[in-house]
């Protein structure tokens, strides 16, 4: 079990696409774990590989928040086959931008292609807080974050706000 550090925004690596994946070994088995493990230790529902600095096409993901057994997907090479003309739009956070939500708005259901640990192709239809979390952490592989949804003027106060509050964070 390894508990990995979350990088923050602006990292640069937050903002770097990352490669696809073609070895399926016992690295990426490990990369998995701690991806698991560090998205549960932070209460987070999903964590992408960028977050921990690693530029690889893989993420994690956990939206049965409310149920008893753990209900994970590892996620690697994802792609979005189908996406709904139909919009839904949520309260989202990071895990890398601390203290900020906004409402996001997204295709509703999708449909979306990926590889499991093992390599094994599997295709999904995703619904509900699973798809916004499929799409939000997408975004991070392909070095975008929620933020950057954000209408430009809307964007530049809730950068200005982030500014403010990781100096609050560096002075406490
Ligand atoms: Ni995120």
Request: hydrophobic share 35%; with cysteine; net charge positive.
């Amino acid at each position: 079990m390894a508990i990995k550090k979350i990088l923050l925004y602006p990292d640069p690596l937050l903002q770097t696409k990352s490669t696809r994946i073609n070895r399926f070994d016992e690295d990426l088995a490990t990369l998995s774990k701690d991806l698991l493990d560090t998205m549960y230790n932070a209460d987070g529902v999903g964590l992408a590989a960028p977050q921990i600095g690693v530029n690889k096409r893989i993420f994690v993901m956990d939206c049965s928040k409310e149920e008893k057994e753990k209900d994970y997907r590892i996620v690697i090479n994802p792609e979005i086959e189908h996406a709904s003309e139909e919009l839904g739009s949520y309260n989202e956070g990071c895990l890398s931008i601390p203290g900020i939500t906004e409402e996001i708005s997204r295709p509703k259901v999708i449909k979306v292609l990926y590889q499991d640990i093992n390599g094994v192709l599997q295709r999904n239809t995703y619904d509900n807080l699973w798809s916004i979390c499929f799409q939000h952490e997408l975004d991070h592989l392909n070095g975008k974050l929620f933020i950057d949804h954000l209408r430009p003027m809307k964007k530049i106060l809730v950068k200005n706000k982030i500014k403010k509050s990781s100096k609050k964070e560096k002075k406490a």
